[in-house]
Nanobody, 118 residues
Framework: QVQLVESGGGLVQPGGSLRLSCAASTSILNIDLMGWYRQNPGKQRELVATITYGGSINYSDSVKGRFTISRDIARNTLYMQMNSLKPEDTAVYYC????????????WGQGTQVTVSS
């Protein structure tokens, strides 16, 4: 019942910046938890950052101080600003939503590629 569409990925040099966007098909106030995950080939998908319905934010230790998660309620959109990018940040980034009142209650976007390279 929830569709998520990511955008904003691309190729950037080390130390550069990108902003990812995730557009949701419903008001994000209907979503209990939203977050960004990332995955490289052959590696397990890992959590990057989350934000709850009430605005509580959590970051992975690997991105603290460099990434910022935020939301625009009027536009039904989740963002992640990524600064001081490193080659190890290279991955496909996925938007995720948990909606406890829906079945199923876990939703994923299609992913957007971020490549950090000289």
């Amino acid at each position: 019942q929830v569709q998520l569409v990511e955008s904003g990925g691309g190729l950037v040099q080390p130390g550069g910046s990108l902003r990812l966007s995730c557009a949701a098909s419903t008001s994000i106030l209907n979503i209990d938890l939203m977050g960004w995950y990332r995955q490289n080939p052959g590696k397990q998908r890992e959590l990057v950052a989350t934000i709850t319905y009430g605005g509580s934010i959590n970051y992975s230790d690997s991105v603290k101080g460099r990434f910022t998660i935020s939301r625009d309620i009027a536009r039904n959109t989740l963002y992640m600003q990524m600064n001081s990018l490193k080659p190890e940040d290279t991955a496909v980034y996925y938007c995720n939503a948990h909606v406890l009142r829906f079945t199923p209650n876990n939703y994923w976007g299609q992913g957007t590629q971020v490549t950090v390279s000289s």
